[in-house]
C-alpha cells in the first residue's frame, strides 16, 4: 500500500514533541516512501488552506487548532491501559441526536468519536459500552464532545438493564476473537524485533511504518473492555509489545533521516484525520 503526502505530514506533525517539523523534514520521508517532493509541497499548502495546519515559520508546519483533541487522544496510546478500572456492570449509554443526512462529516465525527472510546450500537440511535473507564460518565461525555459526538447527544450511565438486554449488549463485541487477536499479534510483534536486524535499513523503515501503523490502530480502536468478557492480561501484554515495537521504529527512523520522530506510532493519526 503506498501511503499519501497528506498521511505522511500529519504523522511526522503528530510524532513530533510540540506536533511541528521542516518541510524538508517531511520532504525526505516522503522520498523514502515514494512521495515526490512537489506531491508534499503541494499537500502542505492545501492543509495550511483547510485549516489542517499552520504555518509557524518559513518552511516549517504544526498541527492546527481543529486536529488537537484528535492528537491528544492518538499521543495518549500508551496509557490508555492505564485508565481502565474494575467492572460493576453498569454501562455507559448515548442516545445519538439527529443529524442532517447530508451533514456527512458530522456523521464521520460521530462515527470517529464513538469508535476510538469503545462503544456499539445497541439500538439504532442508543450506543453503549461497559462503564469502566477512569472517570466514568462524565470524562467519557467530555472526551465524546470533544472527540466529535454532537452535543446535543445524551450520555448517561445505566445499570439497570433487564437480563436480556444485558446478554445483548455484552455480546456486541466479539470478546473470543478480541482476545485471540491480542495474543496473535503480540506474537507477531516478538518476530519481527527479532527478524528486523537483518534487514536492509530501508525496508525496515518501510516495515516498521506499516506495521507498527497497523499495531497503533489496533491499540486505538481497542474497546477496552474489562474482564470477564476478555484476557485484559493478554491486551496488557499486547500493548507493552507494542510500545518495544515503536522504540524500535524511532530508532529505524532516527538512524535514516536523521530525526528523533517516531513514525511508527502515528498512522492512526493520519486514518481518522483524513476521514474527519
Wanted: aromatic share 6%; charged share 30%.
Amino acid at each position: 500500500m503506498k501511503p499519501t503526502a497528506k498521511r505522511i505530514i500529519l504523522e511526522l506533525l503528530s510524532a513530533s514533541d510540540d506536533h511541528e517539523s521542516a518541510a524538508a523534514s517531511v520532504v525526505s520521508a516522503g522520498k523514502l516512501l515514494g512521495i515526490t517532493e512537489n506531491n508534499v509541497r503541494v499537500a502542505l499548502t492545501r492543509l495550511v488552506a483547510d485549516g489542517t495546519l499552520e504555518l509557524t515559520a518559513r518552511g516549517h508546519y504544526k498541527l492546527g487548532a481543529a486536529t488537537q483533541a484528535l492528537t491528544r487522544q492518538v499521543t495518549s496510546w500508551r496509557e490508555l491501559e492505564k485508565q481502565v478500572r474494575r467492572w460493576d456492570g453498569s454501562w455507559v449509554c448515548v442516545a445519538l441526536a439527529k443529524v442532517a443526512s447530508d451533514d456527512r462529516a458530522a456523521a464521520r465525527r460521530r462515527d470517529r468519536a464513538l469508535r476510538l472510546l469503545g462503544f456499539r450500537a445497541l439500538e439504532r440511535q442508543v450506543a453503549v459500552r461497559p462503564d469502566n473507564l477512569d472517570g466514568g460518565v462524565d470524562a467519557l461525555r467530555d472526551r465524546l464532545y470533544e472527540l466529535g459526538l454532537e452535543t446535543s447527544s445524551l450520555v448517561f450511565r445505566a445499570s439497570d438493564f433487564d437480563p436480556a438486554t444485558d446478554a445483548r449488549a455484552r455480546r456486541l463485541w466479539n470478546a473470543d476473537r478480541l482476545t485471540a487477536s491480542y495474543h496473535a499479534t503480540r506474537e507477531r510483534i516478538d518476530r519481527w524485533l527479532v527478524a528486523v536486524t537483518d534487514l536492509p535499513l530501508r525496508t525496515a523503515a518501510r516495515e516498521a511504518f506499516f506495521f507498527g501503523g497497523d499495531v497503533l490502530r489496533m491499540i486505538l480502536f481497542d474497546p477496552r473492555l474489562p474482564e470477564p468478557l476478555v484476557d485484559v492480561a493478554a491486551r496488557r501484554a499486547l500493548v507493552d509489545a507494542g510500545k518495544r515495537l515503536d522504540t524500535a521504529g524511532r530508532r529505524i527512523w532516527a538512524q535514516l533521516i536523521g530525526m528523533q520522530h517516531g513514525l511508527v506510532i502515528t498512522k492512526e493519526h493520519h486514518d481518522a484525520l483524513v476521514s474527519s
